[in-house]
């Protein structure tokens, strides 16, 4: 017995900025993602999570290789071997897209508990963004990321509402295997957002700075580059870790989109704007127990979604200009990384007291997350494939298929949802 029980935490402690990233992508602006296209569109929508699944691993491993490799995450190496201008750009495209979905998550989690409990919901999502602030700022790093990795597990909340509702297997299996292609701008736009949520630039910031961080405070851990004999192992590591990452991550979008598909779309409700909303349309459609299962797991993945957002922030913008940085650090070691971090998640914050309507926002971050996504991705395949930067760790060629392959498929998908805004 006692080799049985130690199989699962093996597997548990194999686990880490793969998982911790994957679930990450499904943040209330990707649930919102998932709700409003299951409800416009219902079950056929649900081959775009099997699609991209290959895509999503290859873009994120990719990434996690070259922080593990070189113990910079992306922006550091953009400011080592590429020109100014292309560091500047993919920092600040990230930084606008990461500051309205911060704003618009914190939004979401702050109307999710008015929905269960009551409350104003600006002063939840000010409380949400504190919280998540001081556990950057104050918390041990390795006890933080425990804390982020168990947090994973509230994406079961959407596995239960699954349970709880009826579905046609048959036409969910069709949905999976068989692509029901349309052409209209809302179909184009639609997924775009749904690949703009699955691979998102903020994830490949945030996995490869972790493995870089890893580097930094793992006392055993070294650059590939210095200490090959560590290279089978973490390489292996690693791809085992974004596997299981990014089939959960999809498996819990494919959940989401059929739970609206069988509650909202078969009632009639195809126009769902919020994760809040979709939570609140499932009360008399599903019951009181499917709302509040959803509605709860909106903030928990709100609660580990918005660190890694603001961390990714403050990442990007402390490697790009050669600061201290990293959550391993304290913060007098660090002060210019803490302070970017927190007047990330301030500003996200503050978008919720303005004119603009953050919830709304999500669907078009998503886009917005869609199509950013392809200079940065160019330019991430040229690095992993760049021995000059790489090495001997440059990425092989299946996997270099792979993520010039998604490279590709982004933007196609990206053009022709302009191509059909243009009739």
Same mark, same amino acid.
């Given at each position: 017995?006692?080799?049985?029980?130690?199989?699962?935490?093996?597997?548990?402690?194999?686990?880490?900025?793969?998982?911790?990233?994957?679930?990450?992508?499904?943040?209330?602006? %990707?649930?919102?993602?998932?709700?409003?296209?299951?409800?416009?569109?219902?079950?056929?929508?649900?081959?775009?999570?099997?699609?991209s699944f290959p895509l999503m691993v290859a873009i994120q491993e990719i990434?996690?290789?070259?922080?593990?490799?070189?113990?910079?995450?992306?922006?550091?190496?953009?400011?080592?071997?590429?020109?100014?201008?292309?560091?500047?750009?993919?920092?600040?495209?990230?930084?606008?897209?990461?500051?309205?979905?911060?704003?618009?998550?914190?939004?979401?989690?702050?109307?999710?508990?008015?929905?269960?409990?009551?409350?104003?919901?600006?002063?939840?999502?000010?409380?949400?963004?504190?919280?998540?602030?001081?556990?950057?700022?104050?918390?041990?790093?390795?006890?933080?990321?425990?804390?982020?990795?168990?947090?994973?597990?509230?994406?079961?909340?959407?596995?239960?509402?699954?349970?709880?509702?009826?579905?046609?297997?048959?036409?969910?299996?069709? %949905?999976?295997?068989?692509?029901?292609?349309?052409?209209?701008?809302?179909?184009?736009?639609?997924?775009?957002?749904?690949?703009?949520?699955?691979?998102?630039?903020?994830?490949?910031?945030?996995? $490869?700075?972790?493995?870089?961080?890893?580097?930094?405070?793992?006392?055993?851990?070294?650059?590939?580059?210095?200490?090959?004999?560590?290279?089978?192992?973490?390489?292996?590591?690693?791809?085992?870790?974004?596997?299981?990452?990014?089939?959960?991550?999809?498996?819990?979008?494919?959940?989401?989109?059929?739970?609206?598909?069988?509650?909202?779309?078969?009632?009639?409700?195809?126009?769902?704007?919020? $994760?809040?909303?979709?939570?609140?349309?499932?009360?008399?459609?599903? %019951?009181?127990?499917?709302?509040?299962?959803?509605?709860?797991?909106?903030?928990?993945?709100?609660?580990?979604?918005?660190?890694?957002?603001?961390?990714? $922030?403050?990442?990007?913008?402390?490697?790009?200009?050669?600061?201290?940085?990293?959550?391993?650090?304290?913060?007098?070691?660090?002060?210019?990384?803490?302070?970017?971090?927190?007047?990330?998640?301030?500003?996200?914050?503050?978008?919720?007291?303005?004119?603009?309507?953050?919830?709304?926002?999500?669907?078009?971050?998503?886009?917005?997350?869609?199509?950013?996504?392809?200079?940065?991705?160019?330019?991430?395949?040229?690095?992993?494939?760049?021995?000059?930067?790489?090495?001997?760790?440059?990425?092989?060629?299946?996997?270099?298929?792979?993520?010039?392959?998604?490279?590709?498929?982004?933007?196609?998908?990206?053009?022709?949802?302009?191509?059909?805004?243009?009739?």
């Open positions: 017995m006692r080799g049985f029980y130690r199989y699962p935490i093996n597997f548990w402690r194999r686990l880490g900025p793969g998982l911790i990233t994957g679930a990450a992508d499904d943040d209330p602006s %990707g649930i919102a993602t998932y709700s409003q296209v299951g409800a416009q569109f219902s079950y056929g929508i649900g081959w775009t999570m099997l699609f990434s996690a290789r070259i922080g593990r490799t070189t113990a910079y995450g992306l922006a550091g190496n953009l400011r080592l071997y590429y020109p100014i201008n292309v560091l500047r750009a993919m920092v600040a495209l990230l930084l606008i897209a990461n500051t309205i979905n911060l704003g618009a998550d914190l939004g979401a989690m702050g109307a999710a508990v008015q929905l269960v409990i009551g409350g104003n919901p600006k002063i939840w999502a000010v409380l949400f963004g504190l919280i998540c602030v001081a556990a950057q700022v104050f918390f041990d790093y390795r006890r933080y990321i425990t804390i982020l990795k168990w947090t994973t597990l509230s994406l079961f909340a959407y596995v239960g509402v699954v349970l709880v509702v009826h579905l046609p297997w048959e036409k969910v299996a069709d %949905g999976l295997f068989i692509p029901h292609l349309q052409t209209s701008a809302d179909y184009f736009a639609a997924i775009v957002a749904v690949f703009g949520t699955t691979i998102s630039p903020y994830l490949f910031f945030w996995q $490869s700075t972790q493995e870089a961080e890893d580097v930094i405070t793992n006392p055993e851990a070294q650059p590939l580059l210095v200490a090959p004999e560590q290279a089978q192992s973490e390489l292996r590591r690693i791809r085992f870790d974004t596997i299981v990452g990014m089939a959960f991550s999809n498996l819990i979008g494919l959940f989401i989109i059929l739970t609206t598909a069988a509650t909202l779309n078969a009632h009639g409700i195809t126009d769902i704007q919020t $994760s809040a909303q979709a939570a609140e349309a499932l009360r008399p459609l599903a %019951g009181p127990l499917a709302f509040t299962i959803f509605a709860l797991g909106i903030i928990g993945t709100g609660l580990l979604a918005v660190p890694v957002l603001a961390a990714s $922030s403050a990442y990007a913008v402390g490697e790009a200009l050669n600061w201290h940085i990293g959550l391993g650090r304290r913060p007098r070691e660090a002060k210019a990384f803490y302070t970017t971090l927190a007047s990330a998640t301030l500003i996200g914050l503050l978008i919720n007291f303005t004119s603009i309507d953050p919830i709304k926002a999500l669907f078009w971050t998503a886009i917005l997350n869609g199509i950013i996504a392809v200079p940065l991705m160019a330019v991430t395949m040229h690095m992993a494939s760049n021995r000059h930067i790489m090495g001997n760790y440059a990425a092989e060629l299946p996997l270099k298929i792979l993520g010039w392959l998604a490279t590709l498929v982004m933007a196609v998908v990206a053009i022709g949802m302009f191509a059909t805004m243009s009739y």
